[in-house]
T-cell receptor, first 116, second 115 residues
Framework: AQKVTQAQTEISVVEKEDVTLDCVYETRDTTYYLFWYKQPPSGELVFLIRRNSFDEQNEISGRYSWNFQKSTSSFNFTITASQVVDSAVYFCALSEAYTGGFKTIFGAGTRLFVKA | DTAVSQTPKYLVTQMGNDKSIKCEQNLGHDTMYWYKQDSKKFLKIMFSYNNKELIINETVPNRFSPKSPDKAHLNLHINSLELGDSAVYFC??????????????FGPGTRLTVT
């Protein structure tokens, strides 16, 4: 069985604060991919990043950074100097092999409120 | 150009009715999906099709029937609608559907309200 846990249901920060969104996953596979998606108030999910199970290098993209630690089965997402436009629901997801293709399991999401 | 489009955006209907949601992608992707997002934002896969072939068929009531006339379209038909079917339904696509690294491109969602 696979599972993605985002323990933080909602986080509220003030603009310019740094915020980390936690993601813990469970899988028995050795090959898998992890993803983060953003769902702004407009509703459409947008892909942010993927990381494969063999690549534990952290990644930084502007104000966004991701920390993948296989030892703790975590793939956390940090927003530095948050902005109001970062307000959204963020989903962590895990992809692993499935008959004929792959299957993506989404976490329950973390709703981030950034106040001006 | 919209990559993944869904119609309608909003659908309000009464219990017992039959309704369809349409999805089209112009990305040339091989695989398309239907997800259901409930009021708590929980996102769950329902179906996936790869080149018109059903790949994933989760535990979904058989009142839900997907149809893929070609690889650019995946429609969802729902019979005998129930209150619990109220949710946002998202269509998505991915390039191959057979590669773990494929990200998914989502449509804008269809908010279904059953009264």
């Amino acid at each position: 069985a696979q599972k993605v846990t985002q323990a933080q249901t909602e986080i509220s920060v003030v603009e310019k604060e740094d915020v980390t969104l936690d993601c813990v996953y469970e899988t028995r596979d050795t090959t898998y991919y992890l993803f983060w998606y953003k769902q702004p108030p407009s509703g459409e999910l947008v892909f942010l990043i993927r990381r494969n199970s063999f690549d534990e290098q952290n990644e930084i993209s502007g104000r966004y950074s991701w920390n993948f630690q296989k030892s703790t089965s975590s793939f956390n997402f940090t927003i530095t100097a948050s902005q109001v436009v970062d307000s959204a629901v963020y989903f962590c997801a895990l992809s692993e092999a499935y008959t004929g293709g792959f299957k993506t399991i989404f976490g329950a999401g973390t709703r981030l409120f950034v106040k001006a | 150009d919209t990559a993944v489009s869904q119609t309608p955006k909003y659908l309000v209907t009464q219990m017992g009715n039959d309704k369809s949601i349409k999805c089209e992608q112009n990305l040339g992707h091989d695989t398309m999906y239907w997800y259901k997002q409930d009021s708590k934002k929980f996102l769950k896969i329902m179906f996936s099709y790869n080149n018109k072939e059903l790949i994933i068929n989760e535990t979904v009531p058989n009142r839900f029937s997907p149809k893929s006339p070609d690889k650019a379209h995946l429609n969802l038909h729902i019979n005998s609608l129930e209150l619990g079917d109220s949710a946002v339904y998202f269509c998505a696509s991915s390039q191959t559907g057979t590669s773990l690294l494929d990200e998914q491109y989502f449509g804008p969602g269809t908010r279904l309200t059953v009264t």
